[in-house]
RNA sequence: CGGAAUGUUGCCUAGUGGCUAAGGCGCCUGCUUUGGGAGCAGGAAAUCGGAGGUUCGAGUCCUCUCAUUCCGACCA
C-alpha cells in the first residue's frame, strides 16, 4: 500500500474532548472517526488490525473445534419475549418496529437467536456436543459511552455457543474456551487475568471474565497475591473478621444529635465503626413472571465499617434491579434516613449481612431523628429475612482462600464466557431426546470477546510517547517503509521501489510512505502508526550500502543491503512472531 | 438519569458588548528544500452548535434546546 493513496491521514494534535491514549493515538493516525456518542467509522488502518485480529478469532475457534455461522442483528421481539429477555432490560435494548408493525430488538447479544436456530435444527442426543460462533454487531444503548473503543454503542462481538447433554460436557467447552482465550489474547499482544465473575444480565451459573489491567479501567479487580485468588470485586468474597464474643447488653436508647453517617455516629461515641450497624435502604425489582413485576423495599443492614455490595444484595433477593430508596419510600416504612434500623421497620425484607448477624451489641438506628440505640442484636432485637454475605470486599481485607491481605486494581473486561445451563433452553424450549426418547433441555455456555475494545486495549498496552507500537500479529502493516527522495538523483526512489515490488512479492505487507514530504513528518507519522519493522531508504543510507531497517520501540537501527533486504525482514518478521509465540502457555483453570 | 465542563473553518486556539471574526497546523497553487513535524509568496475554507430574547449594536449577556466530554448511577 502506498501512503499517498491511504483514505485518511494523520493529525497533529488530538480532537480536545479525545481523553483516553488509546483513543488519542487511534484517532491521530487515522484508525478512527468517532461519528457520535459510542459510535465509530473505521478506516482502513484500523480496518486491517480488525481483519488481523478476527483471523485469529476464527483460527483459534477452529482449534477448538467451533462451526462458523451469521444470525441478524435485527431479531424478531418475540424469541426475545420467550426468553423474558424483553421485559428484564432496560433502554440499553432497542425496540423498534418494522412496516408491518411486529416488534424487533437490535441485538445486544445472540443467546436467544441462537436458541431459536438450536431448536429447530438440533433434535438428538447424537447431534450433540455444537459448538457454533460468529463476529457480529451488537447494539446496546450505553448511557455513558467513554474513552474511545473501550466503551461504545455498536461493537463487534466474537460470540460463540456451547450446546451440550451434559454439565460435564458443557465444563469441557468452558474451559476449552477457558484456554483458547488467554490464546487469543496472548496472540494478540494482551495481557489478561481470568476472574470469576457476576452473571449479571445473561444469567447462568458460572462465569469467568478476561481482565486488561488499567487504571482506565471501570471494573475493579481483587486479587491476593499470595494464592493467586482473584475475583470481579462485583462478586468477590473475603474472610470477615473475627468477632469478638461479648455477653449481650440491653438495649438503650440514646440521643445521638447531628449523627447522620457512620463516621459522626462513631466520632460521637468514641467507638469504632466497627461497632456499630449501617442500614441502607433500596428498592428491588422483582421479575414475578414475563408480564408483572414487583417492587420490594429492601433494608440492608451491615457493619457500620464495611460497604455494601449492591451486586451482591441484587443477587441474594433475585432483583432485577436495585436503586436507593427515595426519603418518602424509606419514611413509609416507619424508618429514619440517618437514623434507621429495623427495629420498629414495618414492610421491609431485611437482609443482615452475616458479619453484622453476628457482631453483638451494635449502635444502629433508633428510627427517630437524633437518637440512636445501643447494643442491637440481630435475632435479638430485630428479625432479618435474610442472612448472607453482601459487603465489598476491599484491598486489605483477608483473601477468602489464604487469610493474606487481598489487593485491588482497576481492569478492562475483554472478553467473558458464562456456564449457562438451562437458563435459555429451557425458557425457550430447546430440546434434544436422549437415548430413552425422552425430551431434555440442551445444556449451553456463551463466550464473548469485544473485538475493538480489545483492539483498543492492545493500545493502551503497547504504545510510547510517539504513538503506537503494534505487536507483530495485528499490526496493519508488517513494515513501513519510508523513501526520503532526493531532487538530484532517482537512487533512493528506484531501490525503494525495488524493495517495495520485492517485499510484496515475496508476501510481505509493507506500507511504503511515497509522500513529497519533508522527513520529519514521514518519521513522526511512521513511528504514530506503529507498524512494527521500519526501513528508511535515502541518499545517506545507501551511501552507507543499502536501506536503514529499525524495529518500532527500539532504539537500534542498522544498514542491511538492498539484497538482502527481503531476507532480514523475513527473519526479523519471525523473531517478533516466535516472541509472540512463546508468550502462549497453557494455564491452568481456576474455578 | 443526577453532577460538572465545553461547543468559533478539517484540527488546535485567540477573541471578555462596538470597524470586514484573528492566528497556528492542515488543505490548494507556484517556487525552493529533503534524515526527526522546512522556507517564501499567493489562495480556499466559519450562517461563531441551533432557536428565541435583551440591546442602537451580540461570537461575547439572558432563556430554552441540541451535541460532545468528564465524574457518578448503569453496563459486557
Not at 408483572?292 to 457493619?303: D, G, W
Request: hydrophobic share 40%; charged share 25%; with cysteine.
Amino acid at each position: 500500500m502506498r501512503f499517498s493513496r491511504i483514505f485518511g491521514h494523520t493529525l497533529k494534535e488530538a480532537p480536545s474532548d479525545v481523553q483516553a491514549v488509546s483513543h488519542q493515538y487511534l484517532v491521530r493516525a487515522g484508525y478512527i472517526h468517532q461519528v457520535a456518542a459510542g459510535l465509530f467509522s473505521y478506516l482502513p488502518l484500523a480496518r486491517r488490525v480488525l481483519n488481523k485480529i478476527e483471523r485469529i478469532l476464527h483460527d483459534e475457534m477452529a482449534m477448538i473445534g467451533a462451526q462458523e455461522i451469521t444470525m441478524p442483528v435485527v431479531l424478531p421481539a418475540d424469541i426475545w419475549q420467550e426468553s423474558g429477555r424483553w421485559y428484564q432490560i432496560g433502554s440499553e435494548l432497542t425496540k423498534l418496529k418494522d412496516r408491518k408493525d411486529h416488534d424487533m430488538v437490535l441485538a445486544m447479544t445472540h443467546e436467544e437467536a441462537l436458541c431459536d436456530l438450536a431448536r429447530k435444527y438440533v433434535r438428538s442426543y447424537k447431534e450433540l456436543p455444537q459448538l457454533v460462533y460468529h463476529i457480529q454487531t451488537k447494539w446496546r444503548d450505553d448511557p455513558r459511552p467513554r474513552a474511545g473503543l473501550i466503551r461504545v454503542r455498536e461493537f463487534k462481538m466474537k460470540d460463540s455457543y456451547s450446546l451440550d447433554t451434559s454439565w460435564e460436557g458443557l465444563d469441557k467447552q468452558y474451559r476449552a474456551h477457558y484456554q483458547s482465550y488467554f490464546n487469543i489474547f496472548n496472540r494478540c499482544g494482551l495481557d489478561v487475568l481470568a476472574v470469576k465473575s457476576d452473571t449479571g444480565m445473561m444469567g447462568g451459573k458460572i462465569a469467568h471474565e478476561f481482565m486488561y489491567l488499567t487504571p482506565i479501567g471501570e471494573d475493579t479487580i481483587i486479587f491476593c497475591d499470595s494464592c493467586g485468588y482473584n475475583s470481579n470485586r462485583q462478586v468477590a468474597e473475603f474472610k470477615k473478621p473475627e468477632i469478638v464474643e461479648e455477653e449481650l447488653k440491653p438495649v438503650e436508647k440514646i440521643e445521638t444529635p447531628d449523627c447522620k453517617t457512620i463516621d459522626e455516629l462513631a466520632d460521637f461515641l468514641k467507638i469504632p465503626a466497627s461497632k456499630t450497624a449501617k442500614a441502607v435502604f433500596m428498592v428491588a425489582t422483582i421479575q414475578e413472571n414475563n408480564e408483572t413485576e414487583t417492587e420490594k423495599f429492601i433494608l440492608a443492614i451491615v457493619r457500620g465499617d464495611m460497604t455494601l455490595n449492591e451486586t451482591k444484595l441484587q443477587n441474594a433477593v433475585g432483583a432485577k434491579d436495585l436503586r436507593p430508596a427515595h426519603v418518602d419510600e424509606i419514611t413509609a416504612v416507619g424508618a429514619v434516613p440517618g437514623f434507621g434500623s429495623p427495629v420498629g421497620v414495618k414492610g421491609a425484607y431485611v437482609v443482615v449481612d452475616d458479619l453484622a448477624a453476628e457482631a453483638p451489641n451494635l449502635v444502629g438506628g433508633a428510627n427517630e431523628e437524633g437518637f440512636h440505640l445501643l447494643n442491637l442484636n440481630c435475632g435479638r432485637d430485630f428479625k432479618a429475612d435474610l442472612v448472607t454475605d453482601i459487603v465489598a470486599a476491599e484491598a486489605g481485607f483477608r483473601c477468602p482462600v489464604c487469610g493474606k491481605t487481598l489487593d485491588a486494581e482497576k481492569a478492562v473486561e475483554v472478553g467473558n464466557i458464562f456456564k449457562l445451563g438451562t437458563r435459555y433452553s429451557e425458557s425457550m424450549n430447546v430440546n434434544y431426546q436422549d437415548e430413552k426418547g425422552k425430551l431434555q433441555p440442551v445444556i449451553m455456555g456463551s463466550y464473548g470477546i469485544g473485538v475493538g475494545r480489545l483492539l483498543s486495549c492492545v493500545v493502551e498496552q503497547h504504545h510510547d510517547n510517539y504513538g503506537i507500537i503494534w505487536p507483530i500479529t495485528i499490526a496493519p502493516f508488517q513494515v513501513h517503509m519510508v523513501l526520503l527522495q532526493d531532487k538530484k538523483s532517482p537512487d533512493a526512489e528506484n531501490a525503494a521501489e525495488k524493495i517495495y515490488e520485492e517485499l510484496q512479492a515475496a508476501g510481505v505487507e509493507v506500507l511504503l510512505d511515497d509522500r513529497k514530504e519533508s522527513p520529519g513528518t514521514k518519521f513522526n507519522d511512521a513511528d504514530l502508526i506503529g507498524v512494527p519493522i521500519r526501513l528508511t531508504v535515502g541518499k545517506r543510507s545507501l551511501d552507507k550500502g543499502g536501506v536503514e531497517f529499525k524495529v518500532r520501540g527500539s532504539n537500534d537501527s542498522a544498514i542491511i543491503p538492498l539484497d538482502e533486504t527481503v531476507v532480514k525482514i523475513k527473519e526479523q518478521i519471525a523473531l517478533l512472531e516466535a516472541e509472540i509465540a512463546e508468550s502462549i502457555k497453557v494455564v491452568e483453570y481456576k474455578e
